[in-house]
């Protein structure tokens, strides 16, 4: 199995770009373009205390550029995302970054002016001019930050240096996707096997031999450990700068910052974090134990955590299945939605292939003024039905929200975000219940199902238990050296786990998997999405379409309403701890079917 250049990857497993651009002469001409517009920016600084028609026309030549921008800057990232190894790509990439730079410096010195004029004469502004009603996500969110602004000049030298703010993250991804190179292991055939980041978390990670698995996972913990003092301080960097901006804006701590940003409560966090964290723990750890107990291991390593539990029924389908199954999964979310999801299909909006170079994981991005793009890696496993269903639920949702609302109220709250994509999934699960009588594939469901729900409330939930715990220390101004992060990993993964997992500083390495730490407080996010669409199904369930009608009613709304106000749309209390528990009962409900099935 050797891995394939870019070059060699079949048209049809790829994503047509060409939507954004017909090819990169024309992406090159609208990136002078963009250059040339973002000066016509430095022209209106200064005049916005001249009335509510200036204010208007400002943000009007604002928000044209800014359409430009999102064009640009997507095409150039997906061509990365695509071969990290192509260096055209990574010079294009940097060039993005520079006149994004530009850009924000620019737009920082308006946001100042703007923040400038007293509340009462922007809200007059507001009354006399319609047209600013199309803005009042952007305003709103200017007048809550109103009180963290620094003076105008340091705003635009922050903005101007972002390319360099951001380099812990693109440092980590270039680093990831074009340096790292894995050793061979020998697998369950006997023959040496080639591993990248992607056939590790695709394929070797759920390996049904044991022996392969480890093999895989001690060839993957080689390179990682080369690179482990080098990452943290990359992440060190990361967290340093996230609380010396907090201090110098005058909040709290760097958590109070950026749950700022998600518009969420310290009470939500902790309560998303400490419930699942310590209620969930006994569940996951009756899992683990019957794991070990059907697979006849002596001791059960971390690295046999995602190991099949019935590895001789492991159902294979083809994308184009998987795609089929998908679409009627999610015919409760009406025509147009559907309509939505052959477009996706027919005119190559997912690239699946395998490649050298290629980003590892999925992910949707959704460009406005476009469609979404989808990137995953299909390997043929009906697993990968479930990423396709998650993916299909951002872009869904993105695509919607960016049809319904201005460029500046499209992205909801990050709280809210993997709410839609998880439902997709739930749909998926139930669907698929629903068309086989045979206990065999119901138990693989309910092992698919259960796999959701390690990935949001066990991966990404105990990411987020470390993350806080790095930033107190960075608040105490304990130094983030390598050995502490994988200690305080291990400890996050022994807390969780108990005696029930073999956790070993292998395991402590895991954090550097994750680019989630470069992206504010994503990791515990997830489980918040989880959470709301276990609610949201439940609720469908029990309603019928008034329900499905409210989560279309949501997908709409983009980042109109607070994280709260959004999921209240569709009765969801995100501020009542019963909501986690309800989920988390759910999952009490799966692992106990789970053991019946092996009684």
Same mark, same amino acid.
């Given at each position: 199995m050797n891995l394939t250049q870019r070059t060699n990857v079949p048209l049809e497993q790829t994503w047509d770009l060409s939507d954004l651009f017909k090819d990169d002469h024309k992406w090159e001409q609208a990136l002078q373009s963009l250059a040339q517009d973002v000066h016509q920016l430095s022209i #209106?600084?200064?005049?916005?205390?001249? %009335?509510? =028609?200036? $204010?208007?026309?400002?943000?009007?030549? &604002? =928000?044209?550029?800014?359409?430009?921008?999102?064009?640009?800057?997507h095409y150039s990232s997906l061509r990365l995302s695509e071969d990290g190894t192509n260096e055209q790509a990574q010079a294009n990439e940097t060039r993005t970054?520079?006149?994004?730079?530009?850009?924000?410096?620019? $737009? &920082?010195?308006?946001?100042?002016?703007?923040?400038?004029?007293?509340?009462?004469?922007?809200?007059?502004f507001r009354k006399q001019e319609p047209g600013l009603a199309r803005f009042d996500v952007y305003l709103d969110q200017l007048l809550r930050d109103k009180p963290y602004v620094l003076p105008s000049e340091t705003e635009e030298i922050l903005a101007a240096l972002s390319p360099v703010l951001s380099a812990p993250y693109s440092t980590y991804s270039v680093s990831k996707a074009a340096d790292m190179a894995f050793p061979t292991f020998t697998g369950a055939d006997g023959l040496e096997k080639p591993l990248s980041f992607a056939r590790f978390?695709?394929?070797?990670?759920?390996?049904?031999?044991? %022996? =392969?698995?480890?093999?895989?996972?001690?060839?993957?913990?080689?390179?990682l450990q080369q690179y482990e003092h080098t990452y943290a301080q990359l992440y060190a960097t990361e967290v340093q700068k996230q609380v010396v901006l907090a201090r110098s804006r005058g909040y709290e701590s760097a958590t109070a910052m950026l749950l700022h940003e998600q518009d969420v409560t310290m009470a939500m966090y902790t309560n998303q974090l400490d419930i699942i964290y310590h209620e969930l723990a006994p569940i996951m750890q009756r899992f683990a134990r019957l794991k070990k107990e059907v697979l006849n291991l002596d001791e059960l390593h971390f690295c046999d955590l995602k190991a099949p539990l019935d590895p001789e029924f492991q159902p294979e389908t083809t994308y184009e299945e998987a795609f089929d199954a998908v679409m009627k999964a999610l015919t409760p979310l009406g025509t147009a939605y559907q309509e939505m999801l052959v477009t996706a299909r027919d005119e190559r909006w997912v690239d699946r292939a395998d490649n050298i170079g290629k980003s590892t994981g999925a992910f949707c991005?959704?460009?406005?003024?476009?469609?979404?793009?989808?990137?995953?890696?299909?390997?043929?496993?009906m697993r990968g039905a479930f990423t396709l269903a998650h993916e299909l639920g951002h872009a %869904?949702?993105?695509?919607?929200?960016?049809?319904?609302?201005?460029?500046?109220?499209?992205? #909801?709250?990050?709280?809210?975000?993997?709410?839609?994509?998880?439902?997709?999934?739930?749909? $998926? %699960?139930n669907y698929l219940l629903k068309q086989s009588d045979d206990p065999r594939m119901k138990r693989w469901v309910i092992l698919e199902f259960l796999g959701t729900y390690y990935h949001n409330f066990v991966t990404h939930l105990l990411e987020g238990a470390f993350q806080r715990r790095i930033y107190a220390h960075a608040e105490s101004g304990t130094p983030l050296t390598a050995a502490l992060l994988r200690q305080e990993k291990q400890a996050v993964l022994q807390g969780f786990w108990g005696d029930t997992v073999t956790i070993d500083e292998r395991a402590g390495r895991t954090w550097m998997r994750q680019p989630h730490y470069y992206m504010g407080l994503y990791p515990y996010t997830y489980s918040a999405g989880l959470t709301a669409a276990t609610k949201a199904y439940k609720l469908y369930e029990e309603q019928g379409q008034p329900i499905m009608d409210a989560w279309l009613s949501l997908l709409k709304t983009g980042g109109k309403?607070?994280?709260?106000?959004?999921?209240?749309?569709?009765?969801?209390?995100?501020?009542?701890?019963?909501?986690i528990r309800d989920a988390i009962s759910y999952v009490d409900t799966l692992v106990t079917e789970l053991e019946a099935s092996y009684a």
């Open positions: #209106c600084q200064g005049t916005l205390d001249q %009335g509510a =028609e200036t $204010l208007l026309s400002v943000l009007q030549t &604002a =928000e044209t550029i800014l359409e430009k921008y999102v064009l640009v800057s970054d520079h006149v994004g730079a530009s850009l924000k410096s620019q $737009l &920082a010195k308006i946001e100042a002016d703007i923040s400038a004029l007293p509340n009462k004469k922007i809200n007059e978390e695709d394929h070797y990670e759920e390996s049904s031999n044991t %022996g =392969e698995r480890r093999r895989a996972y001690d060839a993957f913990d080689q390179t991005a959704s460009p406005y003024g476009s469609h979404p793009y989808i990137l995953l890696t299909w390997t043929n496993s %869904g949702h993105f695509h919607l929200a960016n049809q319904h609302q201005p460029l500046n109220a499209t992205e #909801c709250s990050m709280y809210v975000v993997e709410a839609p994509s998880t439902m997709n999934e739930l749909f $998926l %699960g309403k607070s994280p709260l106000d959004l999921l209240n749309i569709v009765g969801i209390n995100m501020e009542d701890p019963q909501t």
